[in-house]
């Protein structure tokens, strides 16, 4: 799916941007002529899991009466794979919903789940563009 | 030369995320570990031949067909059994508590930390887990492997007295023959892997 070509010039912009942080570099520097594709099994792996828990998430938002301590165990594992991915933005939107949860506030949960969304959406382009 | 002056220890680690196992997976092999990784606790003590009710791996396995261990790195946040449940069962086994854990977590909780620590964990290391941290895990089974060679030696000096008679005596003097070479040809590879200048 994801061809990895190394671009750096573009790399450095997703960086720039505020997307991915340092911890992308980290998996850059993991990849080597024993793991080549390293970057991208990484990479493909975090948007499997991610639409998943998205799709759990969204899903789970549905329910009455809310179940925000399953919520939060759905967002941690997010934001668990948004940080190991370096997806610095995302990360933060994540926090703010695990907020939000704590304080079983549903109306704010709702609200920062659709920018976890976008962020996520975002992501998946910029890396689909950074790929070819 | 045939010492092995980087001897290539085993490390298995534990995450019920494929994601970050694969991460691990890759930390640990760039820093010349042997991996295994498995996905839950209960499976990661069937690797170190423990079965959940029990306390000590089974006397009735003397083949001894279970890789060996040195060391166990674990994610705290887990379904199940946790990071932590699992600490607690390796350091209640009386043949499994003296393998280093770490746990790792994407949380920075103080009390959380210092339970594992109190508990028995060498390290406490933050998600995502760096390069760099690598590095800190060799000390962690060293220091294990010099307290195992210490205890060998104090079992050697006490039993230089073999008691003569049956065949039974004989296995066991036979076993610790075995056992002395072993301990011999690794205190030959920890005084050279000590002095050599590789930096970890």
């Given at each position: 799916m994801f061809i990895y070509t190394r671009p750096a010039y573009q790399f450095c912009q997703v960086v720039l941007q505020g997307y991915l942080d340092e911890q992308f570099y980290q998996l850059?520097?993991?990849?080597?002529?024993?793991?080549?594709?390293?970057?991208?099994?990484?990479?493909?792996?975090?948007?499997?899991?991610?639409?998943?828990?998205?799709?759990?998430?969204d899903q789970a938002l549905q329910k009455y009466p809310q179940d925000f301590r399953r919520l939060d165990n759905f967002m941690?594992?997010?934001?668990?794979?948004?940080?190991?991915i370096g997806a610095a933005k995302m990360k933060n939107e994540c926090t703010s919903f695990r907020e939000f949860c704590n304080k079983?506030?549903?109306?704010?949960?709702?609200?920062?789940?659709?920018?976890?969304?976008?962020?996520h959406a975002v992501l998946k382009q910029k890396l689909e563009n950074y790929f070819q | 030369m045939a010492?092995?002056?980087?001897?290539q220890f085993h490390v298995l680690a534990v995450d019920d995320s494929l994601m970050d196992r694969k991460l691990i997976e890759r930390l640990l092999k760039t820093s010349s570990f042997q991996v295994t990784t498995v996905d839950s606790g209960s499976k990661a003590l069937e690797v170190l031949g423990l079965k959940e009710d029990q306390t000590s791996t089974s006397a009735l396995s003397p083949e001894h067909n279970e890789i060996e261990v040195n060391l166990?790195?674990?994610?705290?946040?887990?379904?199940?059994?946790?990071?932590?449940?699992?600490?607690?069962?390796?350091?209640?086994?009386s043949s499994l508590k003296d393998i280093p854990v770490v746990i790792m977590s994407s949380e920075n909780v103080p009390s959380r930390i210092n339970r594992c620590l109190e508990e028995g964990a060498?390290?406490?290391?933050?998600?995502?887990?760096?390069?760099?941290?690598m590095r800190r895990l060799r000390p962690h089974?060293?220091?294990?492997?010099?307290?195992?060679?210490?205890?060998?030696?104090?079992?050697?000096?006490?039993?230089n007295h073999i008691i003569v008679g049956s065949s039974n005596n004989n296995t066991m003097s036979n076993k610790r023959k075995a056992m002395d070479e072993e301990?011999?040809?690794?205190?030959?590879?920890?005084r050279f892997s000590s002095s050599s200048l590789n930096v970890i």
């Open positions: 850059e520097e993991l990849q080597d002529e024993s793991s080549p594709n390293f970057v991208e099994e990484v990479v493909t792996l975090f948007f499997r899991d991610s639409s998943r828990l998205v799709a759990n998430i941690h594992q997010l934001k668990g794979s948004a940080s190991s079983e506030n549903r109306e704010g949960c709702l609200r920062s789940f659709q920018k976890v969304k976008k962020e | 010492v092995d002056a980087e001897a166990v790195i674990t994610d705290y946040c887990m379904p199940g059994m946790t990071g932590y449940d699992l600490l607690k069962k390796i350091k209640e086994s060498e390290e406490f290391f933050l998600k995502p887990v760096q390069l760099s941290d089974i060293l220091k294990g492997k010099y307290k195992e060679q210490q205890l060998h030696q104090e079992e050697n000096s006490n039993t301990v011999l040809s690794e205190r030959t590879r920890l």
